[in-house]
């Protein structure tokens, strides 16, 4: 297809030859229909495609499809809303922003999340929007059955006429199938044009120069294969068809290369897409001047300004991004030094600097110490994985960690003590608390089905139980509290026990803000004794016992407590500790002087990675390179090449962080 698109150039750049004496064609376009339409965009050149295009390649077709999708898999957020952007009835009768209030993580699966989530939405006159979104989604919920009712709704011109077209051809329950084969006439008209045609097609006009494609054994001719819904012994195709394809492909070529005033060149491919070598037609049999072509050789005419940079390397070498392109391979390459490809920038750049200036939390410092260059692009550069609304069988780990958390905060706030609640009480709450998220969450995010939704309530719950009742008091007189925030200037809610959430808390040299949220504070009466637990939903690791830092990737504890020092100045015992919800093991503790001494490493190294960062020094860290970080797809694809070429030079560039990361 390339070669014949530098064919095509070469003929139209000689002055003489125009657009309409020039034909392209082979004996089924559908091999070669997907490369000539983005190919012939790319190079610009006037082509007509004499079967059609593709209805998926037009806004028409691409309505379809918004509507076969929805119709036949069913609702979701991300389908509505590419619905309504394609569809004539809802991009008229809603406004453009119709869904600004419902949060993009939401699913929204069932008719009744909408109905919930578009109680509050209005149009512009004041009409609920419900009244035109709902009965649209009761309709799709009835999937192929409703096919001509929604068709004749949600479509008008010519994406009905394909959507009808389609239902003529296939039942409604093969729609996608259908419009991938369904075509569209070209609006190019071919007397002006170059054309991309079937050979059979060209036969009744023939033009000056032909190209003649997929002259291999096994496309031209091509075999009369047997019809397995009617098989020769039952009735010989040849009663039911005047001329066999086989005899029609190879009359076809015999007129086009016969044609007294053409110039046909004839063309094939050495290999298959597989890679499996073609013999050539036999109707090349007679053919003796064949001319190889290499695919990296240098074309007279290129096709298009890319394919003319790749055959020409001296011009593309003088173009800023090619340039780009080659240091960063050459960079790649480097050994034992950090590079800019590898990260860094100028010292005490703004965006840094704010990004410092903000309230930090547990999760972020955790980035700064273990992934600098991570941070860089989360909390700087505000670079974020989209969220795909896929309803998914299972919530991943950090997610169901969210529900059991937002599970234990509503059950607290349902109970009048904490401290004083019976078993009875801690029941009650959990179980209104487990409604209420029942019903709320599916609006806020994508959540499984039904069924496996109800079950994942019940193990956040069983799991939030032991998170309530894991041990006794603290002492006489203790009061408990649960998902206490703090640092948080912005919060509503000026509670004051057991301290003030608009408290600023700051940590190290440089006055770092911190905030966040305990899982649970226990307090003395005299306040004299706290203790914090911070609840973990993952699974108990062997060691965690010996676990005081774990290089970086534990800092709740200490943080935490540093914390409660500076909220609570008069509390002179303090213990932190990890309580797994999945295990009946004793919770994890921090005290005492090991509590300290986790304290002064890890402000120490908060201050190092500060200073690092004001200094422009910031490259990837231990979880750059982990299997759950979501921002390895912004790091070379050879990920573990790449971290065993680099892993010295990163560790020797940052190497005043690179002791924390080996403390257990």
Known sequence: MVEALRWTRALLSDGVTQACDIAIASTDLSVWDDHMLVLAADAGLPIHFAGGVSALSTRAGQTCAALADTMINGLSQDRIRRLSLLSPYLAEALPPDWMKGIPTEAGLFEPGHWARSL???????????????????????????????????????????????????????????????????????????????????????PRKHMRLLGLSSRSWPRGDNADPLLPDHVLNARELVDLPRLERDRLAFEILTGHQASKVTLSRSRRSAEGAFLAKSGLLQRQVAERPLSRTRTPDHAFSEGDRLLARAEDALALPRIQSVISCWTNWTRRLETTPHDGGFRKNHPAVLRALSLPQSATSLRRLLRDPLGYVWLRVLGMTAPELAVQPLQLDAMTFGELVHELLRYAVERMPSLVSATPAEIDSALEAAANSIGEHWPLTRAVPPRLLWLDTIEEARRRAHRGLTVDDRFGPGTRSFSEVPFGTPESQAKRSDPWREDQEVLIGRFGILLKGRIDRVDVKPDRRGVRMSDYKTGKTPRDVRDVIVGGGAEVQRALYAVAIKQLIPEASTIISRLVYLDSIEPPARLEGDVLEQAEEMLLRFIDIAVEGLKAGIAYAGPDAFAGYNQLRIALPAALDRYQRRKDEGLNAAQHKLAPLWRER
């Open 119 to 205: 109680e509050t939405l209005s149009r512009t006159d004041g009409s609920p929007i419900a009244t035109v979104v709902m009965p649209v989604l009761y309709d799709l919920v009835d999937g192929p059955k409703a096919a001509v009712k929604l068709g004749k709704l949600l479509l008008s011109g010519s994406s009905l006429g394909l959507w009808q077209e389609a239902l003529r051809l296939a039942p409604a329950a093969a729609m996608e199938m259908t419009l991938t084969s369904l075509r569209i006439a070209d609006d190019r008209d071919p007397a002006n044009n170059v054309v991309w045609a079937r050979a059979s097609d060209l036969v009744g006009a």
